[in-house]
């Protein structure tokens, strides 16, 4: 529903993750039917797909397996479930270059190994939608929060 005014009509009636091959000019659902896909994120090796389901009644992380070829993923594990009620919904994800996912959240950025298990949390004093790594060395987190932009520099790069 995200960008669908109100009182429109859907196009889909079912929430997918889709992927664009640009040498064939095809759009496939790569994951169908999830409840509500946001945030998505590659590790720094191409192997893993993260999702954000950002459904507030069960948000989490999910980590899919990438086959070989790029084209189709299998798994869709639960890296880390989300308490809505205190840190809100995943929502914009990136990786670093040592493998670690760095996810938005009400209470600030969670950050986690590869896992899913957290390994602590930058404090915003508002909810953080998106994020990413920039700066001439890539170790800045922008951060965009619910009125305000945050950059915090870190000790790590962000994945390319």
């Not at 759009?27 to 797909?49: H, Q």
């Amino acid at each position: 529903p995200y960008g669908v005014p109100k009182g429109e009509q859907r196009e889909l009636d079912t929430q997918n993750v889709f992927r664009f091959d640009p040498k064939s000019g095809q759009l496939t659902v790569v994951i169908g039917d999830m409840e509500m896909p946001n945030g998505l994120c590659f590790s720094p090796d191409e192997k893993t797909l993260y999702v954000a389901e950002s459904f507030w009644k069960t948000p989490k992380v999910l980590a899919f397996d990438v086959s070989a070829d790029g084209a189709s993923v299998t798994g869709g594990r639960v890296l880390r479930a989300f308490d809505g009620r205190t840190e809100g919904v995943p929502d914009g994800m990136r990786c670093d270059a040592d493998g670690r996912l760095w996810s938005s959240a009400k209470d600030g950025v969670h950050v986690m190994a590869a896992d899913g298990k957290l390994l602590g949390k930058i404090r915003t004093p508002e909810t953080v939608t998106n994020l990413c790594f920039g700066g001439p060395d890539g170790q800045t987190l922008y951060m965009t929060g619910t009125t305000s932009l945050y950059a915090i520099g870190v000790k790590v790069r962000g994945a390319k």
